[in-house]
């Protein structure tokens, strides 16, 4: 069976999930991408993808401990899985070889 | 209820009937980061941004509770909706036939519309608060959507009724306030559980 696809901001949000490591919930990757692309996602959208991640296989979700500054709510903390650490190298290796070439086409001059 | 964080807005997102853990995540994370904010823009800036991002999160969270739908849920909205339009019918049918006495005189030009209209579209608003406040208060799963339901299915029938031989704007008008009335009704049915609390 062939493994599942990853959209763009699927592909984004995991990387942050990877990067964040253990403390990886929604408000941290939020700031994460944000930081890192500039663009304020909505808290929903970054939610229902990393559902979609997690439906998929790609990340795992646990409950933190209740806390006062989210009104007695816990955190939702994810982690990256087997198969969403192949999922990114795959993603990576792919990248790399589309973007094979583009660099001379681009700047001639600099060749 | 998080300590702070604009309690009323809170609420409406919670009863909005998201999966309880996607729920939780998102309004867990709009108070932490209100938190924030209030300490590093104060409490009125803080506001503004929970307000907009409330506005934001609300069709995901819309979403979610579309995706999470079985048909036991059906069951409980259109009960809910049955027996507020049932209250709206009891209570609208006497109101509406003493209206109706006055219609021939407007037909034929010997009443106003100017002067029954504004009484008509009164009491349509009041009608709609009332069916969209029991709606919600008997589908307080998803209180909201109960009252919209209510809504759509009163919108239809003033469409598609006798309603057609009144003048257009004025039916536009009265669809209009019903909606507006019944939504109202669902959010004042909403909001009186904060207060209560």
């Known amino acids: 069976?062939?493994?599942?696809?990853?959209?763009?901001?699927?592909?984004?949000?995991?990387?942050?999930?990877?990067?964040?490591?253990?403390?990886?919930?929604?408000?941290?990757?939020?700031?994460?991408?944000?930081?890192?692309?500039?663009?304020?996602?909505?808290?929903?959208?970054?939610?229902?993808?990393?559902?979609?991640?997690?439906?998929?296989?790609?990340?795992?979700?646990?409950?933190?401990?209740?806390?006062?500054?989210?009104?007695?709510?816990?955190?939702?903390l994810f982690r990256v899985t087997a198969a969403g650490r192949a999922a990114i190298r795959r993603a990576e290796r792919i990248a790399l070889q589309?973007?094979?070439?583009?660099?001379?086409?681009?700047n001639p001059e600099g060749t | 209820m998080s300590e702070g964080v604009p309690r009323r807005a809170e609420r409406l997102l919670e009863t909005l009937g998201a999966d309880t853990e996607f729920r939780d995540a998102v309004i867990g994370d709009l108070a932490e980061e209100y938190e924030i904010r209030v300490r590093w823009d104060g409490a009125k800036v803080a506001?503004?941004?929970?307000?907009?991002?409330?506005?934001?999160?609300?069709?995901?969270?819309?979403?979610?509770?579309?995706?999470?739908?079985?048909?036991?849920?059906?069951?409980?909205?259109?009960?809910?909706?049955l027996w507020a339009s049932l209250v709206m019918f009891v209570v609208d049918f006497p109101v509406r036939a003493v209206l109706s006495l006055f219609v021939p005189q407007v037909m034929s030009g010997a009443l106003p519309l100017f002067i029954i209209a504004p009484l008509m579209l009164l009491w349509t608003v009041m009608d709609g608060a009332l069916a969209g406040y029991v709606?919600?208060?008997?589908?307080?799963?998803?209180?909201?959507?109960?009252?919209?339901?209510?809504?759509?299915?009163?919108?239809?029938?003033?469409?598609?009724?006798?309603?057609?031989?009144?003048?257009?704007?004025?039916?536009?008008?009265?669809?209009?306030?019903?909606?507006?009335?019944?939504?109202t009704g669902g959010l004042l049915r909403t909001l009186r559980v904060v207060r209560g609390d």
């Open chain 1, 1 to 76: 069976m062939a493994a599942p696809t990853l959209g763009t901001l699927e592909l984004t949000i995991l990387l942050a999930v990877a990067r964040l490591g253990e403390d990886a919930y929604g408000l941290a990757v939020r700031r994460d991408l944000a930081s890192r692309t500039g663009r304020d996602y909505s808290v929903g959208a970054v939610y229902t993808t990393l559902e979609r991640l997690e439906s998929k296989g790609f990340v795992r979700s646990r409950r933190g401990q209740p806390l006062p500054e989210r009104g007695g709510r816990s955190r939702r």
């Open chain 1, 98 to 106: 589309v973007w094979a070439g583009v660099g001379t086409t681009l």
């Open chain 2, 47 to 81: 506001r503004r941004w929970y307000y907009g991002e409330a506005v934001r999160v609300t069709p995901w969270l819309l979403r979610d509770w579309l995706r999470g739908l079985r048909w036991k849920h059906i069951g409980h909205f259109a009960n809910a909706a």
């Open chain 2, 135 to 183: 709606a919600a208060r008997i589908g307080r799963r998803a209180p909201i959507q109960s009252a919209a339901l209510v809504a759509l299915i009163w919108a239809s029938l003033m469409i598609g009724s006798g309603w057609s031989s009144v003048p257009r704007w004025f039916l536009a008008v009265n669809v209009t306030l019903m909606l507006a009335g019944t939504i």
